[in-house]
């Protein structure tokens, strides 16, 4: 199994590493699900609902946002310059030593 390193952010500012898998075609919320983190997820994926907002925290280059992702961004809450939905981020090798921090959720 090929696996990167990735630090995510929880709610409380904690931060912690973890080994993602690249070979399971996992997106980054499908991941903070599977590791229990507090991420929704509730379109199942498909950039309808912002519940797995996050924002990026290191230099780490991804693909351009769709425009599904900016529509869906343009209606969320929280969202700041370094916005991306979780669901959007495919787990692969380029993104060795990603860094995110979980956007806060809406009460």
């Known amino acids: 199994m090929d696996n990167i390193t990735i ?4 709610r409380n500012g904690v931060a912690q590493n ?3 898998p690249t ?4 997106n980054l919320m499908e991941f903070c699900k599977a590791v229990e983190l507090p991420v929704k997820g509730e379109c ?7 519940t ?3 924002y ?3 230099d780490t280059q991804l693909p351009e946002r769709s425009e599904s992702e900016l529509d869906m961004l343009d209606q ?7 916005s991306r939905l979780g669901c959007q981020i495919h787990l692969n090798p380029s993104l060795e030593g990603l860094i995110v921090r979980i956007a806060p959720e809406i009460d």
Do not use: H, P
Request: with cysteine; hydrophobic share 50%; proline share 0%.
């Open 7 to 10: 630090t995510i952010i929880d």
């Open 18 to 20: 973890y080994d993602a």
């Open 23 to 26: 070979d399971m075609n996992m």
């Open 44 to 50: 199942g994926g498909m950039a309808m609902c912002a």
């Open 52 to 54: 797995c907002q996050v």
């Open 56 to 58: 990026i925290e290191s």
């Open 76 to 82: 969320a809450f929280f969202v700041k310059d370094n």
